[in-house]
């Protein structure tokens, strides 16, 4: 028979309060907690959801059907490439200053936050002017499958990405706009803003690392 520590979740609890009363609001680490987890398992399932364009590409290379693979006008624009792969780097780069600006309680924090999320939204759209230059499609040979594959759904992964950030940099504006009441539930939203950038900016982190392998290999390989 489990033990009453069993049947506790993990994790910190409302406190207990005695009937009849209100029940206090949920601790902010409670949420943190959960948000980090969440995050973790985010980046776990992008990894293997990514890495099934990694195989793609090595395993068609490998057998070159038809030598097939990479005709000599399947050529993506290097400048563009390279200059999304450095929008993206400079990007995850700012966010990650906004985070440690966050923990810091340092207000100057959104300004990198809202640079970030700039950069992000110019290296989707270097990719898409990518799509209307070059002259070959997804029908063009193995490598130009997993190029238009791998490079159109890392850009959705972006541009949700970019959305989560904005949510975070436009709570944390909304909030000096208007500063919720001191009787309120919520005193300090800084509190409650600041474990939700730091996951957005955890897993933006992550999947600009996985922008670079997505350089490398379908630019540099």
């Not at 005709?71 to 780069?93: D, E, M, T, W, Y």
């Amino acid at each position: 028979m489990a033990s009453e520590s069993e049947k506790l979740p993990l994790g910190l609890m409302v406190p207990p309060v005695p009937a009849g009363t209100e029940i206090p609001p949920e601790p902010p680490d409670v949420g943190a907690r959960a948000l980090s987890v969440a995050s973790r398992m985010l980046c776990g399932a992008s990894t293997f959801f990514f890495l099934a364009f990694v195989f793609a590409f090595f395993y068609l290379r490998s057998i070159n059907a038809d030598h097939m693979w990479h005709p000599k006008h399947v050529n993506p624009n290097q400048g563009l490439g390279a200059a999304f792969i450095v929008c993206i780097l400079v990007s995850a780069v700012l966010a990650v200053v906004a985070g440690r600006r966050m923990k810091a309680k340092a207000p100057g924090w959104v300004a990198p936050g809202i640079a970030s999320v700039a950069l992000g939204l110019v290296a989707v759209a270097l990719q898409c002017i990518e799509y209307t230059v070059q002259h070959f499609g997804p029908t063009n040979g193995g490598y130009a499958s997993v190029f238009c594959a791998w490079t159109g759904f890392y850009l959705i992964a972006v541009l949700f990405t970019m959305y989560w950030l904005e949510t975070q940099v436009a709570t944390e504006l909304r909030a000096r706009r208007a500063p919720a009441a001191t009787d309120g539930d919520i005193k300090d939203p800084d509190r409650l803003i600041a474990p939700a950038l730091d996951v957005a900016v955890f897993y933006w982190g992550f999947l600009a690392a996985i922008g670079v392998v997505t350089y490398v290999t379908l630019y540099l390989l």
